[in-house]
C-alpha cells in the first residue's frame, strides 16, 4: 500500500524566515532548525506557543501563523520564554539576554571577537 497526501491548495515548498530558505516539506518543528540561531527545543517551543501543529508540514503555515514564529524569535521573553532558554544570557556590553537568528548572530560573534 502507498501512502496518499491530499493537495494543499496553497502549500508552499520553500519559505523565507529570517533570510533562510526553509523547507516545506518538512515538519514545522525540524524546517525551523535550518534558522541559524533555532535549534530544536527552541523550535518545539516556538510551535507551542504559537499554537501551532508540531507534527504538521511548514509549507501549510499561513501568512498570520509564519508572522507569529518571526515575533516570537524577535521577542522571546515578551511571549512568556524563560531567560535560561535564551542562547545569549548576559550580553557583554549591556548585561541583558537576547535570542539571536541568522544575521544578527553572526554579527554579535564577529563583535565579540
Not at 502507498?2 to 496553497?10: F, K
Not at 525540524?30 to 511548514?58: E, S, T
Request: net charge positive; glycine share 8%.
Amino acid at each position: 500500500m502507498s501512502l496518499v497526501m491530499e493537495r494543499i491548495p496553497d502549500f508552499r515548498h520553500i519559505l523565507r524566515i529570517f533570510n533562510t530558505n526553509v523547507e516545506g516539506k518538512q515538519k514545522v518543528v525540524y524546517a525551523l532548525r535550518g534558522i541559524k540561531g533555532v535549534g530544536r527545543r527552541f523550535a518545539f517551543l516556538i510551535c507551542k506557543k504559537a499554537r501551532i501543529n508540531p507534527n504538521c508540514r511548514a509549507g501549510e503555515l499561513n501568512e498570520d501563523q509564519m508572522n507569529k514564529v518571526q515575533e516570537i524569535v524577535l521577542d522571546p521573553l515578551g511571549h512568556g520564554i524563560p531567560q535560561w532558554f535564551l542562547n545569549r544570557q548576559r550580553d557583554f556590553k549591556d548585561g541583558k539576554a537576547y535570542q539571536l537568528a541568522s544575521n544578527n548572530l553572526d554579527t554579535k560573534l564577529r563583535e565579540d571577537l
